[in-house]
Nanobody, 127 residues
Framework: QVQFVESGGGLVQPGGSLRLSCAAF????????IAWFRQAPGKEREGVST????????YYADSVTGRFAISRDNAKNTVYLQMNSLKPEDTAVYYC????????????????????WGQGTQVTVSS
């Protein structure tokens, strides 16, 4: 059974940090591009960051560039999202997803390309 398990979410004050984990079961991550998406209340789901299937090229949404960093540990079959300098507007449910499509800077946010999704982890940034 193919599934993701996300973890690491929680409540953090503005300016704080969290590291999200996305562990894969039933398939090996190194054959897939992996992305993090998020959905805030009342808003559409949006792409946050991705690491591509070949070369591990990373892309970020403008809103998180310089604050977030995506990485993968193929030995642990896990992808991480390090989130620093968190802002209240980062509050959302964060999802990881996998694609066999070789994404580029203009296509990585196309959600229809992602075939496997996790259940999400809540991140709340509030004082």
């Amino acid at each position: 059974q193919v599934q993701f398990v996300e973890s690491g979410g929680g409540l953090v004050q503005p300016g704080g940090s969290l590291r999200l984990s996305c562990a894969a079961f039933g398939f090996t991550l190194d054959a897939y591009g992996i992305a993090w998406f998020r959905q805030a209340p009342g808003k559409e789901r949006e792409g946050v960051s991705t690491t591509t299937r070949i070369g591990g090229i990373t892309y970020y949404a403008d809103s998180v560039t310089g604050r977030f960093a995506i990485s993968r540990d193929n030995a642990k079959n896990t992808v991480y999202l390090q989130m620093n300098s968190l802002k209240p507007e980062d509050t959302a449910v964060y999802y990881c997803a996998a694609t066999t499509v070789l994404s580029d800077a203009t296509t990585w946010t196309q959600q229809s390309c992602y075939r496997n999704w996790g259940q999400g982890t809540q991140v709340t940034v509030s004082s």
